[in-house]
């Protein structure tokens, strides 16, 4: 079952703030977020691996509730160079070999 | 920083041909992906790789696709007889000990 991210798509003003949820039907060890330019490879934000814990990236944070299985990307003071698809991949377990499941997919264009 | 790189950047085949993705992982990484990404939507897994053997793999990796790592180093992806609708970004990822996925930059496989 493929994480679920809301919303599906988003367009913002230069400065403007966002947030980015990712929603699993099954039970997470660790949650990954990645943002993609059109065209090229899903490049790495960060990694959540603790119920409630956050962790920041610049002005990019998140937040992984283990409870709910539910992660949440926060983009504050959005910049031109925010704008494109957003996934959360997701992870059951770390027996080290274990996949990634990508999300749905949020696209965030940011305008002057 | 380290990288996984991938080879061709982009490659167009006519439907029916055999077509190779190589992929050179992270020297040290143990566990190898392949995934596929058709143009606007999600990314998708294909296939999970560890001790030269296949972990994991989805209903989209029928008879028609295969890997190996003939020589330690490279990863491949051999897809035998290509149709229209193979026709992606596929994207090679491995990864470590640790939790975080290294992707390479993709392979644009175009399908005539």
């Known amino acids: 079952q493929q994480p679920v991210q809301s919303p599906q798509a988003v367009i913002l003003r230069e400065g403007e703030d966002a947030v980015i949820n990712c929603s699993s039907s099954?039970?997470?060890?660790?949650v990954h977020w990645y943002r993609q330019k059109h065209g090229e490879a899903p490049v790495f934000l960060m990694i959540?691996?603790?119920?409630?814990e956050q962790k920041g990236h610049e002005k990019i944070s998140a937040s992984f509730n283990e409870k709910k299985q539910q992660s949440s990307l926060y983009l504050t003071a959005s910049q031109l160079s925010y704008s494109g698809t957003y996934f959360c991949?997701?992870?059951?377990?770390?027996?080290?070999?274990?996949?990634?499941?990508f999300g749905t997919g949020t696209r965030l264009t940011i305008i002057p | 920083e380290p990288e996984v790189t991938q080879t061709p950047s982009h490659q167009v085949t006519q439907m029916g041909q055999e077509v190779i993705l190589r992929c050179v992982p992270i020297?040290?990484?143990?566990?190898f992906y392949w995934y596929r990404q058709i143009l606007g939507q999600k990314v998708e897994f294909l296939v999970s790789?560890?001790?030269?053997?296949?972990?994991?793999k989805s209903e989209i990796f029928d008879d028609q696709f295969s890997v190996e790592r003939p020589d330690g180093s490279n990863f491949t992806l051999k897809i035998r007889s290509t149709k229209l609708e193979d026709s992606a970004m596929y994207f090679c990822?491995?990864?470590?000990?640790?939790?975080?996925?290294?992707f390479g930059s993709g392979t644009r496989l175009t399908v005539v």
């Open positions: 099954k039970a997470l060890y660790s």
């Open positions: 959540l691996l603790k119920g409630g």
């Open positions: 990822a491995s990864k470590g000990t640790g939790y975080g996925y290294t």
């Open positions: 020297s040290n990484h143990l566990y």
């Open positions: 991949g997701t992870a059951p377990a770390n027996f080290g070999n274990e996949k990634l499941t």
């Open positions: 790789f560890y001790n030269n053997e296949i972990s994991e």
